[in-house]
């Protein structure tokens, strides 16, 4: 049986998590670039809370949609 489709908002909030994410690494890089490895991991640390709030999120839908392993 496959999976029902994903309702927009979550269509939406992956669009959303792809361009911050992408922002990011656009910005650290830029940091990088020109010279600035500081400045370009202390870009990187702010989306680490938000990476292991989605992951925990996703992994908290997984098991509520059966998706774990037995």
Known sequence: ???PPAPA???DLVRR???HLQAAARA???CVKA???DQALALL???EAPLYEVTTLLN???ILRG???E
């Open 1 to 3: 049986m496959s999976d």
């Open 9 to 11: 908002a979550a269509a």
């Open 17 to 19: 998590i792809v361009e």
């Open 28 to 30: 650290a890089a830029a």
């Open 35 to 37: 010279g600035d490895t």
């Open 45 to 47: 640390r702010e989306i």
């Open 60 to 62: 908290a839908a997984g």
């Open 67 to 69: 998706d774990h392993a």
